[in-house]
């Protein structure tokens, strides 16, 4: 089969017409970044671009990835298999998405400046397909940088935008993936080759710096793609490294960098949303307080009546969305006691309200696999001693491998639903 002049072939049969550009940039464009051979150092080239697109990459997948599993934790759609075990299954997923997303930081500087020439490549448009390519490079970069600065400012918990963060954050995260995916299928070729052919690549690279140097304005000792790969490397290092600890207590003393130290807080324990913020000093406190559960056979009991019933530890993390997470040991009620005294049936989902009045973790809805958990605590005490105030006294939900947005403090009522 012939393919016309002036079209270019793709799944058989559809045309897409080629766009006609002088082979050259006309002579007034031909300046700064536009003229020919602007860029020609090993630092813009294939093989840098895919080392560095690779690793980006990786870290893009591992932050999708664990993002879902957040956003399936935290909104469960009812086919999908709620993990209870290991009990630190959260406190990892999410430590590691929020690790791979400031990874993900330097890297994307990085990989911006390696391909940011092709910008000024000349002719701009071959094809209506090479149109779309860069239509979807363009969606790609802005869904990723706009993935990166949104969750940034989250684990600050700045939030200078009018948007819900969880929902944008999560909505963008498929745009910005599936640009990813069409991004590696259509350079595949171009990354194989940047990946492999490290020895034929090295004489031409060296080859193109030597010239480099040599042309006129040409400057000396321009930096090595081995060194911009290792400054890369390093800061993509020292990232980690002054973050991770909010999550990897062992590592909390070098955790500068890092919003949260996972041992600050009263009881050792941070604090995400103090009962004022919550505007519940008044009603936490008050002596005529009484956990309310309805249900078949409906009960209310005080402070004093649930510490008379039997208590359980449970050696459980807090793991917040926002990445830092922390161990602690808890105790109090065990949840499916409370269900069983109100003559809950088996495998009942329940709702947790609390004390706070608005917002929205002022109630949450508890699945069964929690529930019915016996290490699914309505705790009251934190590390042996009564919970504080700002850890949600009187009474607060601690479940295994759930996120810390449901750990519900200040608890009034339970609801068998
Ligand atoms: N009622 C209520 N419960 C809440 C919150 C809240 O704002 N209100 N914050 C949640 C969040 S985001 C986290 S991470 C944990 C933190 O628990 P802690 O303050 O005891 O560490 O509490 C959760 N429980
Ligand atoms: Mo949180």
Not at 4 to 15: F, H, M
Not at 152 to 172: D, E, K, M, R, S
Not at 206 to 214: D, K, L, M, S, T
Not at 234 to 243: K, S
Request: aromatic share 10%.
């Amino acid at each position: 089969m012939s393919c016309p002049e002036g079209s270019e072939r793709l799944y058989g049969t559809v045309k897409f017409p080629r766009f006609r550009f002088p082979d050259q940039a006309p002579t007034w464009l031909r300046h700064g970044p536009l003229r020919p051979g602007a860029f020609r150092s090993a630092l813009h080239d294939e093989r840098t671009a895919s080392l560095i697109g690779t690793a980006l990459g990786i870290a893009f997948a591992t932050a999708f990835v664990t993002g879902m599993i957040s956003h399936e934790l935290q909104h469960p759609a009812s086919w999908w298999p709620l993990p209870t075990r290991p009990v630190w299954f959260y406190r990892f997923t999410q430590g590691l998405h929020v690790a791979s997303g400031l990874a993900s930081i330097p890297l994307l500087l990085a990989k911006l400046w390696t391909v940011y020439p092709r910008l000024f490549a000349w002719p701009p448009l071959t094809s209506v397909l090479h149109g779309l390519e860069r239509l979807s490079i363009f969606v790609l970069i802005s869904g990723a940088i706009f993935e990166l600065v949104t969750g940034l400012l989250n684990i600050v918990q700045w939030y200078p935008w009018q948007f819900y963060f969880t929902n944008a954050h999560y909505l963008v995260a498929w745009v910005t993936f599936g640009g990813l995916l069409l991004h590696v299928a259509v350079k595949a070729p171009v990354i194989v080759r940047g990946l492999s052919n490290k020895a034929a690549q090295a004489p031409e690279a060296e080859a193109r710096q030597a010239e480099a140097e040599a042309a006129p304005g040409g400057r000396r000792g321009a930096v090595s793609r081995r060194a911009m790969l290792t400054v890369t490397g390093v800061a993509v290092g020292v990232v980690t490294v002054t973050t991770v600890g909010e999550s990897v207590t062992s590592l909390r003393s070098v955790d500068l960098l890092a919003p949260r130290s996972p041992t600050f807080g009263p009881q050792g324990v941070p604090i995400n949303r103090t009962a004022v913020q919550a505007q519940v000093e008044t009603t936490a406190l008050d002596p005529a307080w009484r956990l309310n559960v309805t249900g078949p056979r409906p009960y209310e009991l005080s402070l004093r009546e649930l510490s008379a019933l039997p208590q359980y530890t449970a050696n459980l993390p807090i793991a917040c969305v926002e990445g830092w997470s922390v161990n602690a040991s808890w105790q109090g009620v065990r949840v499916i006691d409370l269900l069983e005294r109100v003559g809950a049936p088996a495998g009942a989902e329940v709702r947790v309200i609390s004390l706070e009045r608005s917002g929205s973790y002022a109630t949450m809805l508890m699945p069964h696999e929690y529930a019915e958990d016996p290490l699914t605590l309505l705790a009251l005490r934190l590390h042996g001693q009564p919970l504080s105030l700002d850890h949600g006294y009187p009474a607060r939900i601690i479940a295994p491998a759930r996120p810390g947005v449901l750990q519900t403090k200040w608890v009034s009522r339970i609801e068998v639903l």
